[in-house]
């Protein structure tokens, strides 16, 4: 995604900031006002991007792409990376300062394959969730079914679960998987 859309996307833009800007467009933080914006995949913002994010949690001010004035919205901020970003930092692909800055409370998911225990009990759900937005009755997995979720090593973790399970229960026809 190109710099310039990812900023206007977060902070927002003028009228005229760019080719294509016909109007003035707020970003994704002025439009959380008084919530939380997540943002996934920190890792990759570009160090342009890093410096105008630091920048907004230093002060909790923004300015719009091509725009002069200072924008205070009250937004909390919760960030994500499937990338170590003290890696990230040692390699200098992310901002040190910006790492210390979102490290306030760090949160580690570990792998679904260093959690067998929740497969079956996230693919159930999966299988409800999935069979009620499909219109479908209710599906219940056969004993081989379970059997092969739980010896999967699942590398896409839960949304690779989460999409085999979607896919099961759109092509089940019989109310077992």
């Known amino acids: 995604i190109p710099e310039t859309l990812i900023e206007s996307r977060l902070f927002g833009h003028e009228k005229g900031a760019f080719t294509g800007a016909a109007e003035r467009q707020i ?3 002025e439009s959380a006002e008084g919530g939380t914006v997540f943002l ?6 570009t160090p342009a991007v890093q410096a105008k994010l630091l920048q907004f949690l230093n002060d909790h001010t923004l300015t ?5 004035k200072a924008i205070r919205p009250d937004v909390r901020l919760i960030a994500a990376s499937n990338l170590s970003l003290n890696t990230l930092v040692s390699q200098g692909r992310f901002r040190e300062d910006l790492f210390y800055r979102l490290n ?17 009990p996230l693919s159930r759900h999966f299988l409800g969730l999935f069979a009620s937005e499909q ?7 056969t004993p081989d079914a379970e059997a092969k979720l739980r010896r999967h090593l699942w590398p896409g973790n839960v ?13 089940s026809r019989a109310g077992q998987i």
């Open 40 to 45: 996934d995949e920190i890792g990759n913002l």
């Open 135 to 141: 219109g479908k009755p209710q599906a219940v997995f």
């Open 27 to 29: 970003g994704l933080f």
């Open 104 to 120: 306030v409370i760090y949160l580690y998911t570990p792998s679904l394959a260093s959690r067998p225990e929740d497969i079956l």
């Open 159 to 171: 949304r690779e679960l989460a999409n085999v399970i979607q896919r099961a229960v759109i092509f």
């Open 64 to 68: 719009r792409l091509g725009g002069n």
